[in-house]
């Protein structure tokens, strides 16, 4: 019942820019919840699903050291939406990015991760 939606991938060229969105909504039957940790990964062509950033509800932020300097995470707590804006695009970016979200559930006081359809970003040479 709860939804994280991503929009904002595309085709670009090498040295361009995308803006990803990722904004949560519904609601779980029974209980109330509050998202804690929200963040991005990614799939490219033959690896595994790796971290890209992550962002805490308070701001923290962490990110792989294969984009740090060039993307940057960001978040509305009052919409629940996740940004991350990535500058000076790579060939190797390219790959299915997915928003993650991290939900506190009130009861029974558990954390419960959920996840995003997914967004194809295409970097080309």
């Known amino acids: 019942q709860v939804q994280l939606v991503e929009s904002g991938g595309g085709l670009v060229q090498a040295g361009g820019s995308l803006r990803l969105s990722c904004t949560a909504s519904?609601?779980?039957?029974?209980?109330?919840?509050?998202?804690?940790?929200m963040g991005w990964y990614r799939q490219a062509p033959g690896k595994q699903r790796d971290l890209v950033a992550t962002?805490?509800?308070?701001?923290?932020?962490n990110y792989a050291d294969s984009v740090k300097g060039r993307f940057t995470i960001s978040r509305d707590n009052a919409k629940n939406t996740v940004y991350l804006q990535m500058n000076g695009l790579k060939p190797e970016d390219t790959a299915v990015y997915y928003c993650?979200?991290?939900?506190?559930?009130?009861?029974?006081?558990?954390?419960?991760?959920?996840w995003g359809q997914g967004t194809q970003v295409t970097v080309s040479s």
């Open positions: 519904g609601s779980i039957p029974g209980s109330v919840f509050s998202i804690s940790g």
């Open positions: 993650a979200a991290d939900l506190f559930v009130v009861t029974p006081g558990t954390y419960k991760r959920h």
């Open positions: 962002i805490l509800s308070g701001g923290l932020t």
